[in-house]
């Protein structure tokens, strides 16, 4: 049962990432910087709240569907390219979650974060995360300027990444005045 509900874990990742990344494209697909580099990327924030949540099946379920997107969108760049881009994208959040708990005291069943510690996890995220993408794009010939591909994508991560958290947090909040409310009947 533990291993079902694993699996289950996995695909939803998979696929809510894999939405994000369809959504984002549609959003934001005419404001590339460089190859696979956008103004605002904000499935980088479902990584953070997936891998902080569901820590390795969250990873491993990113991986997949950043497989299946880059494979789908990048055929001519082959499958190799597809697996590893894919691996990126789900080992820098796990990697900047466990970076998070060692260095910035992180609890590691997240029952405990400020809004300040959020920061720092995010901003450490969309770092690691922009360092290895570039890296790899780097290292296929994808990404002429390295520096600044990096820059732009860090800042594109984080502010992803704090969109989605501010939508989490508004819908927490109008969830939790709507339950109060219905109490007070």
Known sequence: M??????????????????????????????????????????????????????????????????????????????????VTGFVAGFSPWLARHLSVSFLGLDREFKVVSPQTLLKISLLFATLSALLHQLWFFSQGLTENLALSFSVMALSNWAGTLLVLMAFKFIIQRYANSATDRQKF
């Open 2 to 83: 533990k291993s079902v509900k694993k699996l289950w874990v996995v695909w939803v990742s998979a696929s809510i990432y894999y939405l994000s990344l369809l959504l984002n494209e549609w959003v934001f697909g005419d404001s590339e910087f460089s190859f696979d580099v956008h103004w605002v990327f904000f499935p980088s924030g479902f990584r953070f709240v997936l891998v902080l949540l569901a820590l390795e099946s969250g990873a491993l379920g990113i991986a997949l569907g950043g497989i299946l997107w880059n494979y789908q969108f990048h055929p001519d760049l082959g499958l190799d390219f597809a697996l």
